[in-house]
C-alpha cells in the first residue's frame, strides 16, 4: 500500500457517533492498550520537573536556581531536531525484530531507566551539577520515548478515535504521575531517617531506584505489543535523497498543506499550554514554602488531585467528540488559566488542607479537559506519512517557548510573591483565547494529509 493510499484509507468521513458510541470506545483493544504505555511516557517527565523541584528545595537549593533547572526539560521542546532520525532510520539488529516504532521505545526506556539510576546516585545538597547532568539525560530519552510513542498512537486508530486514545493514553500518563509524583514522596518518606535538617539523600536514592525498576513496565509492554500499521518508507536514493525525505520533506509538507495558517496553528500550538507550565515549576517549592508536609502533597496533589485529571482527561474525550476539539480547545484554555487564581487566594490564606483540595481539584480537572482536546487537535494536524516528525514538531513548539518562561519563575517569585505570581500565570492565558478564534475562523476543519 502506498503513503497516500494509506492516507486514503484513514481518511474515511464517518457521521457523527451517539453518545453511547462515543462512550463505547473506551474499551476497544486499541484504546485500552494506550494505559500501559500512556504509564510509560508519564513517569520519567515529573521526576526532572515538578518531584524534582520538591527534592531540590528540600535539600536547601533557592528558588532562582530551582526555576533554571527546570529548563532541564526544555529537551521535550528540541525533539523536533532528532524526530526525523526516530521516525526513518532504522536501529541495527532491534528494528528487523520489533519494528519502527518499538525498536525506538526499547531503546529509548532503557536510557530513561540509565538517567533515573544515575540520579539516584547523586545529592544535590552537595553538588546540584550532577543532579542536573542525570536529569537531562532521563529528559532526552524520555522525549525519545515520546516520539515514537505519539508516532504509535497515531497510527494505531484512525482519526475518530484519536481523542478516545488520547484520553486513555492521557489516563497512564497521569496513572504514573501518581506514582512519580505521590508515590516518589511516600517511599521517600517512609525510607527516610529523622534528622535535624529535615533531610535524608538515602530516602530519595530509594525513591528514584524505584521509579527506575517502574519503567520496566513500559519495557514489558512494548515486548508484547504489535506494530502498528504505518506508510511503507521509501527506499533513499543517496545521502542528498536521505535529507530531503528524512528531515525537509516532513516540514515542507505541513507548511504546503496550510500554507499561510501555518503560522497561525504554530502560534496557537506555541502558547496554548504557557499558563499551566509556568506557574507548574512553583506549584512544589509553593507547598514546601507553605508547610505542606510530603504525605500531605502526595495525599492531595499527587494522588486526588490527579484523579480529577483522570475525570476532565475522561470529559475532554467526549466533549471533542461531541462539540468539536476547537470549543473544547477554548473551554480548556479558560479553565487552564482561572484556575490559577487559586493558587493566588492560596497564597493569602496560608496552610489550608481544605482549600488547597479544592484548588488542586479544579486545576487538575481543567488540565485533563485542555490536555486531551490538545493532543487530539495536534493529531488531527499530521500527515500519516511523517507522523513522527510532525507530531515532534507539534509537540515541541507547544512546549519551547512556555518552559523557557518557566525558568524564570523562581526570579519572578523572588520579585513579587507567590500570590502576585499566579495572577500573573493566569493573565497569560488571555492571548490563547484569541489565537483559538482565528484558527477557528481560518480553518474550522483540520487539512488532512493526503500524500
Same mark, same amino acid.
Given at each position: 500500500?502506498? @503513503?497516500?493510499?494509506?492516507? @486514503?484509507?484513514?481518511?474515511?468521513?464517518?457521521?457523527?457517533?451517539?453518545?453511547?458510541?462515543?462512550?463505547?470506545?473506551?474499551?476497544?483493544?486499541?484504546?485500552?492498550?494506550?494505559?500501559?504505555?500512556?504509564?510509560?511516557?508519564?513517569?520519567?517527565?515529573?521526576?526532572?520537573?515538578?518531584?524534582?523541584?520538591? !527534592?531540590?528545595?528540600?535539600?536547601?537549593?533557592?528558588?532562582?536556581?530551582?526555576?533554571?533547572?527546570?529548563?532541564?526539560?526544555?529537551?521535550?521542546?528540541?525533539?523536533?531536531? !532528532?524526530?526525523?532520525?526516530?521516525? #526513518?532510520?532504522?536501529?541495527?539488529?532491534?528494528? %528487523?525484530?520489533? =519494528?519502527?516504532?518499538? $525498536?525506538?521505545?526499547?531503546?529509548?526506556?532503557?536510557?530513561?531507566?540509565?538517567?533515573?539510576?544515575?540520579? @539516584?546516585?547523586?545529592?544535590?545538597? &552537595?553538588?546540584?551539577?550532577?543532579?542536573?547532568?542525570?536529569?537531562?539525560?532521563?529528559?532526552?530519552?524520555?522525549?525519545?520515548?515520546?516520539?515514537?510513542?505519539?508516532?504509535?498512537?497515531?497510527?494505531?486508530?484512525?482519526?475518530?478515535?484519536?481523542?478516545?486514545?488520547?484520553?486513555?493514553?492521557?489516563?497512564?500518563?497521569?496513572?504514573?504521575?501518581? !506514582?512519580?509524583?505521590? =508515590?516518589?514522596?511516600?517511599?521517600?518518606?517512609?525510607?527516610?531517617?529523622?534528622?535535624?535538617?529535615?533531610?535524608?539523600?538515602?530516602?530519595?536514592?530509594?525513591?528514584?531506584?524505584?521509579?527506575? /525498576?517502574?519503567?520496566?513496565?513500559?519495557?514489558?509492554?512494548?515486548?508484547?505489543?504489535?506494530?502498528?500499521?504505518?506508510? %511503507?518508507?521509501?527506499?533513499?536514493?543517496?545521502?542528498?535523497?536521505? &535529507?530531503?525525505?528524512?528531515?525537509?520533506?516532513?516540514?515542507?509538507?505541513?507548511?504546503?498543506?496550510?500554507?499561510?495558517?501555518?503560522?497561525?496553528?504554530?502560534?496557537?500550538?506555541?502558547?496554548?499550554?504557557?499558563?499551566?507550565?509556568?506557574?507548574?515549576?512553583?506549584?512544589? %517549592?509553593?507547598?514546601?514554602?507553605?508547610?505542606?508536609?510530603?504525605?500531605?502533597?502526595?495525599?492531595?496533589?499527587?494522588?486526588?488531585?490527579?484523579?480529577?485529571?483522570?475525570?476532565?482527561?475522561?470529559?475532554?474525550?467526549?466533549? $471533542?467528540?461531541?462539540? =468539536?476539539?476547537?470549543?473544547?480547545?477554548?473551554? =480548556?484554555?479558560?479553565?487552564?488559566?482561572?484556575?490559577?487564581?487559586?493558587?493566588? /487566594? &492560596?497564597?493569602?490564606?496560608?496552610?489550608?488542607?481544605?482549600?488547597?483540595?479544592?484548588?488542586? $481539584?479544579?486545576?487538575?480537572?481543567?488540565?485533563?479537559?485542555?490536555?486531551?482536546?490538545?493532543?487530539?487537535?495536534? $493529531?488531527?494536524?499530521?500527515?500519516?506519512?511523517?507522523?513522527?516528525?510532525?507530531?515532534?514538531?507539534?509537540?515541541?513548539?507547544?512546549?519551547?517557548? %512556555?518552559?523557557? &518562561?518557566? /525558568?524564570?519563575?523562581?526570579?519572578?517569585?523572588?520579585?513579587?510573591?507567590?500570590?502576585?505570581?499566579?495572577?500573573?500565570?493566569?493573565?497569560? /492565558?488571555?492571548?490563547?483565547?484569541?489565537?483559538?478564534? !482565528?484558527?477557528? #475562523?481560518?480553518?474550522?476543519?483540520?487539512?488532512?494529509?493526503?500524500?
Amino acid at each position: 500500500m502506498s @503513503a497516500k493510499e494509506f492516507a @486514503a484509507a484513514r481518511d474515511v468521513v464517518a457521521p457523527r457517533p451517539t453518545w453511547r458510541d462515543a462512550l463505547r470506545v473506551y474499551i476497544e483493544p486499541a484504546t485500552l492498550g494506550m494505559l500501559a504505555l500512556g504509564f510509560s511516557a508519564g513517569l520519567p517527565l515529573l521526576l526532572v520537573f515538578g518531584t524534582l523541584s520538591f !527534592w531540590l528545595r528540600e535539600a536547601g537549593v533557592n528558588r532562582a536556581t530551582i526555576g533554571f533547572v527546570s529548563w532541564v526539560t526544555l529537551a521535550y521542546a528540541f525533539k523536533w531536531t !532528532w524526530a526525523p532520525l526516530v521516525d #526513518r532510520v532504522p536501529i541495527p539488529w532491534l528494528t %528487523p525484530r520489533l =519494528g519502527r516504532r518499538r $525498536s525506538w521505545l526499547l531503546l529509548a526506556q532503557f536510557g530513561v531507566i540509565a538517567g533515573l539510576i544515575g540520579m @539516584a546516585s547523586t545529592d544535590p545538597k &552537595l553538588a546540584v551539577m550532577p543532579t542536573v547532568l542525570f536529569a537531562v539525560m532521563v529528559a532526552f530519552f524520555s522525549a525519545t520515548q515520546d516520539i515514537a510513542l505519539d508516532a504509535f498512537r497515531i497510527e494505531s486508530a484512525d482519526e475518530s478515535r484519536q481523542a478516545a486514545l488520547s484520553a486513555t493514553y492521557q489516563t497512564g500518563y497521569r496513572l504514573a504521575m501518581i !506514582w512519580a509524583g505521590a =508515590g516518589v514522596l511516600w517511599i521517600a518518606a517512609r525510607a527516610e531517617v529523622a534528622n535535624p535538617e529535615n533531610y535524608d539523600p538515602g530516602a530519595w536514592r530509594v525513591a528514584y531506584l524505584a521509579m527506575a /525498576g517502574s519503567m520496566l513496565v513500559g519495557v514489558a509492554t512494548v515486548l508484547f505489543s504489535r506494530e502498528p500499521q504505518h506508510a %511503507p518508507l521509501a527506499a533513499p536514493r543517496g545521502p542528498l535523497d536521505f &535529507l530531503r525525505s528524512t528531515v525537509i520533506e516532513p516540514f515542507a509538507d505541513f507548511f504546503r498543506r496550510y500554507r499561510a495558517h501555518a503560522v497561525l496553528i504554530l502560534a496557537l500550538i506555541a502558547t496554548y499550554r504557557v499558563s499551566d507550565i509556568v506557574m507548574g515549576v512553583m506549584a512544589n %517549592p509553593f507547598y514546601v514554602d507553605m508547610g505542606y508536609t510530603k504525605d500531605e502533597v502526595a495525599a492531595i496533589a499527587k494522588v486526588y488531585g490527579v484523579v480529577m485529571t483522570l475525570v476532565g482527561a475522561f470529559v475532554g474525550g467526549v466533549l $471533542s467528540l461531541r462539540i =468539536g476539539l476547537l470549543r473544547t480547545l477554548a473551554l =480548556g484554555a479558560i479553565l487552564s488559566a482561572a484556575t490559577n487564581l487559586l493558587f493566588a /487566594g &492560596l497564597a493569602l490564606i496560608g496552610r489550608d488542607l481544605t482549600a488547597l483540595t479544592v484548588a488542586i $481539584s479544579l486545576d487538575n480537572l481543567a488540565a485533563g479537559i485542555a490536555a486531551t482536546a490538545f493532543i487530539a487537535y495536534m $493529531s488531527s494536524l499530521v500527515n500519516i506519512a511523517y507522523s513522527a516528525t510532525q507530531y515532534a514538531l507539534m509537540s515541541s513548539m507547544m512546549l519551547l517557548l %512556555p518552559k523557557w &518562561l518557566a /525558568g524564570f519563575s523562581g526570579v519572578a517569585v523572588n520579585a513579587v510573591g507567590y500570590p502576585s505570581f499566579f495572577v500573573g500565570t493566569a493573565l497569560l /492565558g488571555g492571548p490563547v483565547l484569541l489565537l483559538i478564534f !482565528w484558527v477557528g #475562523r481560518a480553518l474550522p476543519t483540520p487539512s488532512k494529509a493526503s500524500s
